[in-house]
């Protein structure tokens, strides 16, 4: 389906700050909260993860008049009223959707939370959520585009992810020897494995004004494995390409980079496949560990923050190449020209196979 949305507002909260420019600063200082965590929701083994200093997001929160709900509910609530004020639109009205990207939430049942979320902003239509593995916050955005190019009676959607970290999430990933005990490090030689991380972030989309644009958004199945990504870059392949071919003003690739043998190694072949071996790559996760339903907006929102400057983002944790197709991206900022129009990818991965591309442009 072609067309374009615009993103009329953002917000991002992480451990690290409360707003899109906060969390850009940690970033290009190579600040984390990444740390090693011990008997932490009651889990035996220790593991690495940046988790949310609870109080602190509490006294945020009621500044914005935020009280009495459980901690999952009010990032979520938070993130969304942030956005929504940056916007300037009206949250109840007839003209607005929301979708809530989460994979866990609050281990409660997601309507639960979508239903918070619903009665907040007093929303006149139900609340759509969008759980796909690690892809969920892509996927919410490539289903909020498509909600505003095919449905006239909607005129705004706000697409707020959110994660929070539990001893069902750590204790799955660590079955599956998927966890680093220090902080993780994309595409290295000596990388370990994944960090978890907290987040919530959102965006506004519209179908006017001036700004960053969703150009396209696609999802692809690789129909691999259940946990395992495919060897040979198939579904990642398949989403890129469906983007091609790319603006030639495409600055850069804001990859899933998780710091998994297997996921990094898929990434670098798709790349390759798609004759994007050249272009410059960034990975967030050795900043905000693995943020799961918040991953796909909130590294976005990020991005876009890096493209407006001219930055290629350092990607914290890289040092020596570690996969069999090169990768151009590196542990220290890079420039690029920004002073025209400028583009790039946003791309993703998740168990069950899924893969999702996101090609964000501004004139």
């Excluded at 740390?35 to 509490?58: C, I, M």
């Excluded at 409660?108 to 979320?117: D, G, M």
């Excluded at 239509?125 to 449905?151: D, E, F, W």
């Excluded at 994944?194 to 519209?206: I, W």
Aim: hydrophobic letters at 40%.
């Amino acid at each position: 389906m072609s067309g374009s949305v615009t993103i009329l507002g953002s917000s991002a909260i992480t451990p690290l700050g409360f707003t899109p420019e906060e969390n850009y600063r940690a970033v290009l200082e190579g600040r984390s909260e990444l740390r090693l965590h011990k008997g932490e929701f009651g889990v035996r083994e220790p593991f690495a993860a940046s988790l949310f200093n609870r109080e602190d997001v509490r006294r945020e929160a009621m500044k914005e008049g935020i009280q009495g709900f459980g901690f999952f509910d009010t990032i979520v609530l938070l993130a969304a009223s942030n956005a929504v004020r940056e916007a300037g639109i009206d949250p109840s009205s007839e003209k607005v959707q929301f979708v809530l990207s989460t994979i866990k939430g609050d281990g409660t049942p997601l309507c639960s939370s979508a239903s918070v979320l619903g009665e907040y902003f007093r929303c006149k239509h139900p609340v759509t959520v969008v759980s796909n593995a690690c892809i969920s916050g892509l996927s919410a955005l490539v289903s909020a585009r498509r909600m505003l190019l095919c449905r006239k009676d909607i005129d705004y959607i706000v697409v707020v992810g959110a994660e929070v970290q539990s001893r069902f999430i750590v204790t799955g990933f660590q079955s599956l020897k998927a966890l680093s005990e220090e902080p993780c490090k994309p595409f290295d030689a000596d990388r370990t494995g994944l960090n978890l991380g907290e987040a919530s972030a959102a965006v506004v989309l519209g179908r006017d004004g001036a700004g960053w644009q969703i150009v396209q958004g696609v999802v692809r199945n690789d129909a691999n494995h259940i946990s395992g990504p495919s060897r040979t870059g198939e579904g990642s392949y398949n989403a890129l390409r469906a983007l091609l071919p790319a603006p030639k003003d495409l600055a850069f690739i804001s990859v899933h980079g998780t710091a998994t043998a297997y996921n990094d190694e898929m990434e670098s072949i798709a790349l390759e496949r798609a004759g994007l071996s050249d272009v410059p790559v960034s990975a967030l996760k050795g900043i905000f560990g693995h943020t799961m339903g918040a991953a796909g907006i909130l590294e976005s929102i990020v991005s876009m923050k890096a493209a407006e400057s001219g930055v290629i983002l350092p990607t914290a944790g890289f040092s020596t190449q570690g996969t069999s197709r090169p990768v151009n991206l590196s542990s220290s900022a890079r420039r690029f020209d920004a002073s025209g129009s400028v583009s790039f990818i946003k791309l993703l991965s998740g168990f069950g196979g899924v893969n999702g591309a996101v090609l964000f442009c501004r004139a």
